[in-house]
Nanobody, 124 residues
Framework: QVQLVESGGGLVQAGGSLRLSCAAS????????MGWFRQAPGKDREFVAAVSSSGTITHYADSVKARFTISRDSAKNTVSLQMNSLKPEDTAVYYCALKPGFGIYNEAGDYNYWGQGTQVTVSS
């Protein structure tokens, strides 16, 4: 059973920053693709960012490009999402996701394992 535990969410003013972390309980983590998604109230879950197993390839949603940075530390089995210049429209529950194997994936349906989510609220 793979467990993903997110942390780092909270309340921040517009223009501020937060760093989310996700810890994975999987030995083969260094060979897994990882992603971050978010879901705002009344909206579908949407892609935010993804990173390849090697950490060398990253993808971002257009809405967060140049503001968010995804990274991974395979020695610590963690993936992080640094969020800068936050906007009220970034308010959502943020989820990390894991897909065993190589590659990079932007679709929620591609991922096999999900964390419980962490709330990010950006006040105007």
């Amino acid at each position: 059973q793979v467990q993903l535990v997110e942390s780092g969410g909270g309340l921040v003013q517009a223009g501020g920053s937060l760093r989310l972390s996700c810890a994975a309980s999987r030995r083969a983590f260094s060979r897994d693709a990882m992603g971050w998604f978010r879901q705002a109230p009344g909206k579908d879950r949407e892609f935010v960012a993804a990173v390849s197993s090697s950490g060398t390839i990253t993808h971002y949603a257009d809405s967060v490009k140049a503001r968010f940075t995804i990274s991974r530390d395979s020695a610590k089995n963690t993936v992080s999402l640094q969020m800068n210049s936050l906007k009220p429209e970034d308010t959502a529950v943020y989820y990390c996701a894991l897909k065993p194997g190589f590659g990079i994936y932007n679709e929620a349906g591609d991922y096999n394992y999900w964390g419980q989510g962490t709330q990010v609220t950006v006040s105007s």
